[in-house]
Every structure is written in C-alpha cells, then in structure tokens.
Antibody
Framework: EVQLVQSGAEVKKPGESLKISCKGS????????IAWVRQMSGEGLEWMGI????????RYSPSFQGQVTISADKSISTAYLQWSSLRASDTAMYYC?????????????WGQGTLVTVSS | QSVLTQPPSASGTPGQRVTISCSGS????????VYWYQQLPGTAPKLLIY???QRPSGVPDRFSGSKSGTSASLAISGLRSEDEADYYC??????????FGGGTKLTVL
C-alpha cells in the first residue's frame, strides 16, 4: 500500500525551531516529488513547496520562500519541513503529499497531517 | 483571498446533481490542468479529479470534472450524505506556484 506517514503533533513556543517528517512506503521514494501543504484552522489549502528526494531538488512557493526549509533523506524515505524560528502565525495543520511532477498539483496520496501549535 | 475563486458553500438534497465552480485566469486555469480534492471533516484531502476530467481508481463516476477557458467545474450527480465535505480546485500558475481555490463546503440537506 502506498502511504505517507507524518510525525506527531507538536506544541512549541515562539522562537523555537522545529522539524516535522513524512515517511513514504509502498513506492520508490526517489522517483516521486513530495509536496508540503499548509492548512490554517478553518481555512483553505496553501502549497508551500516541493522536493525531489532523488536529487534533493527543491522548489518553494514565493509566499514561503525563506520562511521554511524542505529537505529529504532518501536513505530512509523521509521528507522534512523545518522552521528555524517559529511564530504564532505558523500554527496550522501541515500535510505532505506525493506528486509525479514538480509543477501541477497532482497530489496522491496525502499524509495524515501534523498539527503544529505555536503559543507562549 | 485565493487567486482561484470558488463559492464558499453549496448544497443539495440526496439524489440531486450539484456543481461547484472554480474561476481563475489565463496564467493558471486556462493554460494548465485542473485538479479537484475532497476533504471530509477531520481528514486529509483526497484526490478526486486529475487533468481536468480524469478520475483516479476508486472514485465513483458520480464525480466529474470539466474545464473551459479560465474556469473549471466539479459536478456531483446522485448526491449522497457521505459527499458532505469541503472541495478544493487546484492548478499550476505560470508564476511557478501551485494554487488552490478557497474551498467550497458542500452540505447535503
């Protein structure tokens, strides 16, 4: 079964760093792109960026460029999303999703989501 | 405010046919494929339609997609209670970014 399993919920304080993960199984991880999508509470979906674990090629949304870092460790079929200094406005659900391309949002399947809460 | 415009809500009774629109521009919908996602309450989104009108394996043929110019539509026929969910359109923009619509909350009355 093709699936993406994300790390658990996190509660952090403003200014702290964080790295969440997304582990793929049931497919050749290095043959696909992995995207990250943000969903703030009660809001819609926002594409943050995407990585090709085969060569770590990365593309970011202009809205998120410089705000987060997307990386991957192909040896353990895992992609990451990280922040160096969290803000309260980073509070949201974050999803990873598999894609066959770096462009069009053809995302299937999705991970179950990681809820990040940033509060003092 | 999303670049892709969807109605915030839609509704229908069981058995009815409902459509959800998604309006964009020449730099996104008109020149790229459109995708549709279904997000059931408390769950991750699920791919419903790809490349304008293609259904992934397992998606009932009650769901169909279409595109014309700068707009796209998702149609759901034979509406069922389990179709109550949020629906999002998505596409690529020539500014090199993927875009999602603001989402439409479908209520089955």
């Amino acid at each position: 079964e093709v699936q993406l399993v994300q790390s658990g919920a996190e509660v952090k304080k403003p200014g702290e760093s964080l790295k969440i993960s997304c582990k793929g199984s049931g497919f050749t991880f290095t043959n696909y792109w992995i995207a990250w999508v943000r969903q703030m509470s009660g809001e819609g979906l926002e594409w943050m960026g995407i990585i090709f674990p085969g060569d770590s090629g990365t593309r970011y949304s202009p809205s998120f460029q410089g705000q987060v870092t997307i990386s991957a460790d192909k040896s353990i079929s895992t992609a990451y999303l990280q922040w160096s200094s969290l803000r309260a406005s980073d509070t949201a659900m974050y999803y990873c999703a598999r894609s066959t391309t770096s462009g069009p949002p053809w995302f299937d399947p999705w991970g179950q989501g990681t809820l990040v809460t940033v509060s003092s | 405010q999303s670049v892709l415009t969807q109605p915030p809500s839609a509704s229908g009774t069981p058995g009815q046919r409902v459509t959800i629109s998604c309006s964009g521009s020449s730099s996104n919908i008109e020149s790229n494929y459109v995708y549709w996602y279904q997000q059931l309450p408390g769950t991750a989104p699920k791919l419903l339609i790809y490349r304008n009108n293609q259904r992934p394996s397992g998606v009932p043929d009650r769901f169909s997609g279409s595109k014309s110019g700068t707009s796209a539509s998702l149609a759901i026929s034979g509406l069922r209670s389990e179709d109550e969910a949020d629906y999002y359109c998505a596409t690529w923009d020539d500014s090199l970014s993927a875009l999602f619509g603001g989402g439409t909350k479908l209520t089955v009355l």
